[in-house]
């Protein structure tokens, strides 16, 4: 589209002078000579948005880490702690930062990298996962033994969360955990065995948001902790 507006002030041009001379390509070249160069000049000197994208990665960590908390709080005690509107800011803050590391990638031209926009797509989808799953976790209503399980899991993973570990631990750990699971005595009645099957469900879940986690790249200098 703007590459179509550009062809058409061109030829506007060239239209309105009535004749097409060598003279007149040529004033066309050098506009847009100097309208590309002067996109360049701004664009080097564009104000970078990284601070702010990095304090956005914070404050999405922070969210995503309390939230698994909470998740391991209700499988321990039947007490749900997260509420509609934590869920509904953390999946906004995580739009809003997306939004902002896609406007660094437009504004700088000649940075090849998109780590902030990569990693934000991925703690997208990784949210849109938890969202999914946290039904799912409220209908498990026993205090079977397999809840203790994941909980002991996700609060080794959120006492992890700023190290930049990516999948592929998490994902090991979790094959332990499912060997736990096998080991535990069958379920006594139906209550518990659709309890069981919601947890395996649980597990599956977040064998698949490890794995989104493997595709992220990490620059080590732009982890926030490390």
Known sequence: MKGFVTSSVII?????????????????????????????????????????????????????????IEIAEYL?????????????????????????????????????????YHYFTIREKQMDLLVRMLPTLEQVHPMIEQRYIIA???????????????????????????EDFRKVAPPENWEMFEARAHL????RELEYYFSIMNKLKLDQKKLVFN
């Open 152 to 178: 002991d899991f996700l609060d080794y993973v959120a006492s992890y969360f700023y190290t930049g570990r990516m999948g592929q631990p998490y994902l090991e750990k979790l094959k332990r955990v499912e």
């Open 200 to 203: 395996l469900m649980i597990v």
């Open 76 to 116: 321990r005690t039947n007490k749900k702690l997260w509420t509609e509107r934590e869920i509904t800011e953390t999946v906004q803050l995580i739009k809003e930062a997306k939004s902002i590391a896609f406007r660094e990638v437009e504004n700088n031209f000649f940075r090849k990298e998109d780590y902030y």
């Open 12 to 68: 506007l041009h060239i239209y309105t002078s009535g004749s097409l001379t060598i003279q007149g390509v040529f004033n066309e070249v050098a506009l847009v000579v100097i309208g590309i160069g002067s996109a360049l000049v701004v664009n080097v000197y564009m104000p970078s948005l990284e601070r702010k994208l990095t304090l956005k990665q914070v404050e999405v960590e922070n969210k995503l880490q309390h939230i698994l």
